[in-house]
């Protein structure tokens, strides 16, 4: 009985024991968590930074979200001399990250370490140029390592010279005006020597005042028709290859119109033509007016446009004419800009005689007009003065002829002598019908006759004939006479002084 209850006891102990054990193992899994839990949120700061296995969350956030550029392209300018700043601003970076500044393909910065001394690396990566020249332009990208993420920026430097318009940059540009507007150009250089600004306009030296040139100024006032062409500017720094610009300016204006003839001579039953040139920009048009009222084409009127001598040219051809077409006409030529017009007169009297040619021998003068006529011309007068004159000295010319090459064209001819000086003439004509306008006033000079003998020339025949020497004979028998002259004179004196 004894051993028996012992070994139960035993037994019933054992049992006691397992589940004890059993029923503490949860219960000391927990509390270890808990404990280990307590410990860990118990680590000061240092310790936690010390721990291989636990990350920094900024690198966790930068593997999660790559690095990025909102611009992938950028575009600056700038001017000799300019500091530029080309920013790497990248998006996500991170601790991680290293950015890199390449020119074209060359390393240029290496994080915040600058490999060439021409650039200068910022805290914020962005990349620092120092008074940029021509060669400092090129095409610059930042590059986030290791995504290897990009921008470029393409820089461009402007030239050493540029040419301002009403302060705008229009270096080798055109430039389009208008009639009557007013503009200042200004060349300018960006070098660190002197230099002398020297402007041209179609290949010519621009004349300028002193003040205005050392400035590299050029004032364009009422603009028009006169200031289209090609400006040149150069900036005289004493170098083989000095700076220059050019800019082109063309000019809207109204049309300029003008004719060679104001008066047109016509017969009955004949016909005529009428004509004006013009220019104009932008394009214009052109018709005749008589009596305010536009002329149409018809059987009687037609209307030829044609280009003549770099002018536009519209010509009225009038048929069958009688007296109620003689009369004054008016060529009205307009554009978006303005109008302008030129009269022509239509009439059965000669045309404005025009001056030919002439030619002066000496004193002589000898003088041609030409003059339109299909009548005969039966007068002409002419009419000339010296400068300072008031008055006009007249003569009547009836000297004319049919000019060789056209019917309807005659030649007027006239010589005369005239002392030394400043002449003015003019001439009209007379037809069967009646005298034409006076033509515009011919100005000629009459020179001087020298006075002045070489020295050394031998004196013309002429005036040894006059003086001492025999008709002809040869020159050295002159020149001998000549050179014995003195000689003669002091024995001639000398013999009568014996005498008294």
Not at 17 to 38: H, K, L, M, W, Y
Not at 128 to 151: F, G, H, I, M, W
Not at 215 to 236: A, K, P, R, S, T
Not at 468 to 488: H, M, Q, R, W
């Amino acid at each position: 009985m004894k051993a028996t209850q012992w070994i139960l006891l035993i037994c019933l102990l054992i049992a006691q024991f397992n589940a004890d054990f059993c029923r503490a193992s949860p219960t000391g899994v927990e509390e270890e968590d808990d404990i280990q839990n307590d410990d860990y949120g118990d680590y000061d700061e240092d310790e936690s930074a010390t721990l291989d296995s636990q990350p920094p969350k900024v690198a966790e956030n930068a593997f999660s979200e790559p690095p990025f550029f909102e611009q992938q392209e950028i575009v600056m300018k700038a001017k000799p001399g300019d500091t530029v700043i080309l920013n790497c601003d990248a998006r996500n970076f991170a601790i991680s990250n290293v950015a890199m500044w390449y020119k074209d393909s060359t390393l240029v910065a290496n994080g915040q370490n600058a490999i060439s001394n021409r650039v200068e690396v910022m805290k914020n990566n962005s990349l620092k140029l120092t008074s940029v020249t021509a060669e400092d332009a090129d095409d610059y990208y930042c590059a986030v390592l290791p995504q290897n993420v990009r921008q470029h920026t393409k820089l461009t430097v402007g030239a050493r010279l540029s040419i301002l318009c009403d302060d705008r940059d229009v270096t080798d540009r055109s430039q389009t005006f208008k009639q009557g507007d007013r503009h200042t150009l200004l060349c300018q250089t960006f070098l660190p020597n002197k230099t002398d600004i020297k402007w041209s306009f179609n290949g010519q030296r621009f004349a300028t005042s002193a003040e205005d040139t050392a400035n590299g100024v050029i004032v364009l006032e009422n603009v028009d028709e006169e200031n289209v062409g090609l400006y040149q500017c150069l900036g005289d720094d004493g170098s083989s290859d000095p700076p220059h610009g050019m800019l082109t300016i063309d000019v809207q204006y109204s049309p300029k119109v003008s004719t060679h003839r104001h008066h047109v001579n016509t017969q009955e039953g004949g016909s005529a033509q009428l004509y004006c040139d013009y220019r104009a920009n932008p394009i214009a048009i052109s018709f005749f007016i008589k009596d305010g009222k536009t002329l149409t084409l018809s059987d009687k009127y037609s209307i030829k446009n044609s280009l003549h001598k770099q002018h536009n040219r519209t010509t009225l051809m009038i048929k069958h004419v009688d007296e109620n077409d003689l009369g004054e006409y008016l060529c009205h030529v307009e554009n978006s800009i303005g109008s302008n017009e030129v009269r022509v007169q239509l009439s059965y009297n000669p045309e404005t005689p025009q001056f030919e040619n002439m030619t002066i021998d000496g004193n002589m003068v000898t003088m041609h007009w030409l003059v339109r006529s299909l009548q005969p011309l039966s007068e002409a007068m002419l009419d000339y003065k010296m400068t300072g004159s008031f008055t006009w000295s007249t003569v009547s010319m009836i000297k004319t002829h049919r000019h060789e090459k056209e019917s309807g064209i005659w030649k007027i001819t006239h010589q005369m002598e005239l002392t030394p000086g400043l002449w003015h003439a003019r001439v009209k004509t007379k037809n069967t019908h009646d005298w034409s306008h006076f033509s515009p006033e011919h100005d000629f000079t009459i020179e001087e006759a020298s006075s002045v003998i070489d020295e050394g020339a031998v004196p013309p025949e002429d005036l040894v004939r006059a003086g001492f020497g025999p008709v002809g004979g040869d020159s050295k028998n002159t020149a001998c006479l000549v050179s014995l002259l003195p000689g003669l004179i002091v024995a001639a004196f000398s013999i009568s002084l014996l005498q008294l």
